[in-house]
C-alpha cells in the first residue's frame, strides 16, 4: 500500500519555525517527483504550490512567497521529504500536503486540477500574529 504521511504541523508564533515531514512507503519512489502544497483557509479546495523536490537533486524549486525562509530537502535512505518553514508569518497558516508525481518537471508551472500520483492525508500549520 502506497502510503504518504505527513507530521510535524502545530501553532507558532509568527517568525517562529517548524519543520515538516513526509515519509513515504509502499514502493519506491526515487525516480518520483516530490512536491509540498498547502490549502489555506477561506480559498476553498485549491492547493497552493509551495516547494518541489526529486530525490536526485535535479529539480529544486520553491514559490515566490517562501523563498528565503522555506527549505525543501530528502533523506533517501529514509524516503522522507522535509519542508524546513523559518520567520513562518501568519499568512503561512493551512494545511500543509505532500505530493508524488511520476512527470519530472516543475511543478510551479502545473496547472490548477493536475493530478499528481499520490497525496499524503495533510497536517495542519498555524502561525499566531
Known amino acids: 500500500q502506497v502510503r504518504l504521511v505527513e507530521s510535524g504541523g502545530g501553532l507558532v508564533q509568527a517568525g517562529g519555525s517548524l519543520r515538516l515531514s513526509c515519509a513515504a512507503s509502499?514502493?519506491?519512489?526515487?525516480?518520483?517527483?516530490m512536491g509540498w502544497f498547502r490549502q489555506v483557509p477561506g480559498k476553498g479546495r485549491e492547493y497552493e504550490f509551495v516547494?518541489?523536490?526529486?530525490?536526485?537533486?535535479?529539480?529544486?524549486e520553491y514559490a515566490d512567497s517562501v523563498k528565503g525562509r522555506f527549505t525543501i530537502s530528502t533523506d533517501n535512505a529514509k524516503n522522507t521529504v522535509y519542508l524546513q518553514m523559518n520567520s513562518l508569518k501568519p499568512e503561512d497558516t493551512a494545511v500543509y500536503y505532500c505530493?508524488?508525481?511520476?512527470?519530472?518537471?516543475?511543478?510551479?508551472?502545473?496547472?490548477?486540477?493536475?493530478?499528481?500520483?499520490?497525496w499524503g492525508q495533510g497536517t495542519q500549520v498555524t502561525v499566531s500574529s
Open positions: 516547494a518541489a523536490i526529486t530525490w536526485n537533486g535535479s529539480l529544486l
Open positions: 509502499g514502493r519506491t519512489f526515487s525516480s518520483y517527483a
Open positions: 505530493a508524488a508525481d511520476r512527470a519530472i518537471g516543475p511543478m510551479v508551472k502545473r496547472p490548477p486540477g493536475y493530478e499528481y500520483d499520490y
